[in-house]
């Protein structure tokens, strides 16, 4: 039966689209869809607008004015937490371990057009998380001084409150596939801080869904991550009393497509970016989504995804992300011979 809990809702459109992707489904071999979850209406979009639906509810029980959330300093789910919170008349903080990118663009310059507060703390060379929490305690006791009632919003939004935005997505996407007639089809989702996979696992599992579900890493994958994920869902588990149990083996991630790092600049992956833009005109972004794609393809090329099996692909969005300088350089390099400038 489906998990009840408490949200404010606010996502448009819902149920996001599924669509098919001809040219690249012929080219390819396989069934190819995308669900469109790039295409909600606040922040420019994105996946955690469906995690915040149920944040922000539990944020406004406990009295909360303002939102502080974490990640890197371009974090799509920081400037989705900015758009939330100025629609509601709170105020947000992000804060970041991380270096100042050397311009406002991209998501930070979102995030202050969205009225956020965005704190970048220099990296002393101790454990990142270590200067982290010095820092969220430092600005969250800034605000409180202030007045403000602070409400912590973890890494992407991924804990048990948020990743119900994505167990609810399972039961969305399970209706959708039954209406098209591809329930054999799996869903392919990026793998960050694994609120969106766990949710959408979840929900799958628990709710009896067809669908099958693999993830794909889009940073290395380490002992903490495999202990994590087991840990997020026994939590999980505890807080809505699922019918379900998981070990470690039974989350189907791909870890062999990081290309190395997080959101680092990756010539496959930007190529990746160009065949789906050039066939099927959608675009994906260089951190997640791109990533995701250029995994897809490298398994088809293996035989890990075979030929006539259905694929719905999950646009989690970071429209942004094309526009942080250290992507957009490389952009410019390769796309220059676009341009004919005449006198």
């Known amino acids: 039966m489906l998990v009840k809990r408490e949200k404010i809702s606010f996502l448009d459109p819902q149920p996001t689209p599924i669509n ?9 071999g396989v069934e190819l869809f995308i669900k469109r979850d790039d295409l909600t209406l606040f922040g420019a979009g994105g996946n955690k607008l469906r995690k ?43 804060v970041c371990v991380d270096e100042y990118p050397g311009e406002i663009s991209a998501n930070i310059l979102l995030d202050g057009i969205l009225n956020a507060e965005v704190v970048m703390k220099k990296n002393d060379g101790r454990d990142k998380d270590e200067q982290l929490v010095e820092t969220v305690a430092t600005v969250k006791a800034r605000y409180e001084d202030m007045g403000e009632t602070v409400y912590e919003i973890p890494l992407g939004g991924s804990d048990v409150v948020g990743m119900m935005g994505y167990y609810e997505c399972a039961v969305e996407l399970t209706a959708q596939v039954q209406k098209l007639g591809i329930e054999d089809a799996t869903v392919v989702t990026g793998v960050g801080s694994m609120g969106t996979y766990l949710g959408l696992y979840c929900g799958l599992k628990n709710e009896g869904s067809p669908l099958e579900i693999t993830g794909i890493a889009i940073l290395p994958f380490n002992d903490y991550h495999d ?5 997020y869902f026994e939590n999980a588990k505890e807080e809505y009393n ?18 190395g790092a997080y959101n680092n600049s990756d010539s496959t992956v930007r190529q990746a970016i160009y065949r789906m833009a050039r066939s099927e005109a959608i675009l994906l972004d260089p951190c997640y989504t791109g990533k995701v794609f250029a995994g897809v393809l490298d398994m088809i090329e293996e035989g890990k995804i075979k030929k006539g099996e259905k694929i719905i692909l999950l646009h989690t969005g970071g429209m942004p992300g094309f526009y942080t300088k250290h992507h957009r350089v490389e952009f410019e390099k390769e796309l220059m011979g676009h341009v004919t400038i005449v006198d």
């Open 20 to 28: 098919y992707l001809p040219t690249l489904s012929k080219e390819l």
């Open 52 to 94: 915040l639906e149920y944040i922000l509810y539990d944020a406004i029980q406990k009295g909360a004015t303002t939102l502080l959330t974490v990640g890197g300093a371009q974090t799509n789910h920081g400037r989705l937490t900015a758009a939330v919170a100025a629609k509601y008349g709170m105020k947000c903080a992000i």
């Open 227 to 231: 202990r994590r994920i087991v840990e």
């Open 242 to 259: 699922f019918s379900i149990d998981a070990c470690r083996k039974d989350f189907n991630i791909e870890t062999g497509y990081t290309r």
